[in-house]
T-cell receptor, first 115, second 114 residues
Framework: GNSVTQMEGPVTLSEEAFLTINCTYT??????LFWYVQYPGEGLQLLLK???ADDKGSNKGFEATYRKETTSFHLEKGSVQVSDSAVYFC??????????????WGLGTSLAVNP | DAGVTQSPTHLIKTRGQQVTLRCSPK?????VSWYQQALGQGPQFIFQ???????QRGNFPDRFSGHQFPNYSSELNVNALLLGDSALYLC?????????????FGNGTRLTVT
């Protein structure tokens, strides 16, 4: 079946450090891949997405590349800020035979950035 | 441009009671999905509504039911509440059912069952 595996947190970094959060997936067909972010006390927000192999999604300094050969979609940022402290979720989206779409989620990785 | 709005923001219920949560999708969106997020966990898919019909369902019992109205808004109903139903319930809207269409989430309803 379809699944998403994220690296376990919490991840604690100092401001301006380099961030990598690993995400790998198992899916049939050709899923779309997403990173969502959840700030404390808020709902989920789409951070970036990629819909086909070798696509790079980017937003707010974050990047992730859809790697079909390694079934990965690792999230990276070159210099994190305190305001990036949040929980990050990797997700994939597939369509079933009825053309209905569903998101499959990773468990989330908590990031804390210290000044 | 109003995003996804959910009500109420917080709710406390007793075991065995029934609850109704409400969601208005982002303007222009026609598909609504509901998720349950337990503390420290990722969201779990409950069901998705499109054209006023339930199109997909996750692994949740029949105590969880829903409805979509002609204006695309949606309700989630949970009967015979259990302590384990305590969670953040998230509504997400999207346009159509293509796999590339991102979901827009509301801030959720925090349900506490005592």
């Amino acid at each position: 079946g379809n699944s998403v595996t994220q690296m376990e947190g919490p991840v604690t970094l100092s401001e301006e450090a380099f961030l990598t959060i690993n995400c790998t997936y198992t899916a049939t067909g050709y899923p779309s891949l997403f990173w969502y972010v959840q700030y404390p006390g808020e709902g989920l927000q789409l951070l970036l997405k990629a819909t086909k192999a070798d696509d790079k999604g980017s937003n707010k300094g974050f990047e992730a590349t859809y790697r079909k050969e390694t079934t990965s979609f690792h999230l990276e940022k070159g210099s994190v800020q305190v305001s990036d402290s949040a929980v990050y979720f990797c997700a994939l989206s597939t369509r079933n035979a009825g053309n209905n779409r569903k998101l499959i989620w990773g468990l989330g990785t908590s990031l804390a950035v210290n000044p | 441009d109003a995003g996804v709005t959910q009500s109420p923001t917080h709710l406390i219920k007793t075991r065995g009671q029934q609850v109704t949560l409400r969601c208005s999708p982002k303007s222009g969106h026609d598909t609504v999905s509901w998720y349950q997020q337990a503390l420290g966990q990722g969201p779990q898919f409950i069901f998705q509504y499109y054209e006023e019909e339930e199109r997909q369902r996750g692994n949740f019992p029949d105590r969880f039911s829903g409805h979509q109205f002609p204006n695309y808004s949606s309700e989630l109903n949970v009967n015979a509440l259990l302590l384990g139903d305590s969670a953040l319930y998230l509504c997400a809207s999207s346009l159509g059912q293509g796999s590339g269409s991102p979901l827009h989430f509301g801030n959720g309803t925090r349900l506490t069952v005592t």
